[in-house]
């Protein structure tokens, strides 16, 4: 399954009898979708809405907080976020399974701590968080997003760095956990690294 899965929306449409294992969908909303672009001013506070499964519902938001290397993910319609405690959400690695026994939250979430060493998603480079949210079917489902961050110097901050969402997946079965994989492209790169290396010790 992991490796159609730029193929996976259309061949949701086009299926009309159960898969056999999970059905998990890429989102067809959040694809690049910009956070925070360098060289905002301190007046310029934001909050960006995301729809994960398209159905004009909104499941949650990132905004700012003003001179803080931090954003927040505000939950709406339901949406649970999966924390580490202390309020901030938890970073999952590529690999990893969320699922419906983890620690959740509907309350603002922090994305960055800097009280746990290690734990902050606002860091450089891509990072992960899981969710629950309200799919319209009247059951929760779970799902993950993957942030792009570029930090030019020091720590995360609005005015001089960039947070992008590239991608989100979510899971379409009733009390299925959902794993965290690489994007196609992600994945078709490391699989050029590994041919790299193999003809490497080839020669
Ligand atoms: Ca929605
Ligand atoms: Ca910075």
Not at 94 to 107: H, N, P, R, V, Y
Not at 163 to 168: K, L, P, Q
Request: hydrophobic share 40%; glycine share 6%.
């Amino acid at each position: 399954m992991n490796k159609s899965l730029g193929s996976i929306s259309a061949l949701a449409a086009l299926c009309a009898s159960p898969a056999v294992d999970a059905a998990v969908m890429v989102s067809p909303t959040i694809s690049n979708s910009t956070v925070v672009a360098m060289g905002r001013d301190t007046s310029n506070r934001f909050s960006v809405n995301f729809d994960i499964n398209n159905d004009a519902q909104i499941d949650f938001s990132i905004s700012s907080l003003e001179n803080s290397a931090d954003l927040i993910l505000n939950s709406m319609n339901g949406t649970e976020f999966y924390t580490s405690g202390l309020g901030h959400a938890r970073s999952f690695s590529l690999g990893e399974t969320i699922d419906f026994g983890l620690t959740s939250t509907t309350a603002s979430t922090s994305l960055h701590s800097s009280a746990v060493p290690g734990a902050s998603l606002i860091v450089a480079g891509t990072s992960y968080f899981g969710l629950a949210f309200n799919d319209g079917s009247g059951f929760m489902k779970n799902a993950w997003v993957e942030l792009d961050i570029v930090i030019n110097s020091g720590v995360y901050d609005e005015f001089n760095d960039s947070v992008i969402a590239t991608t989100a997946q979510w899971e379409t079965t009733d009390n299925t956990s959902i794993t965290v994989v690489p994007e196609p492209s992600s994945f078709v790169l490391s699989l050029v690294g590994l041919s790299s290396l193999v003809l490497v010790r080839r020669r």
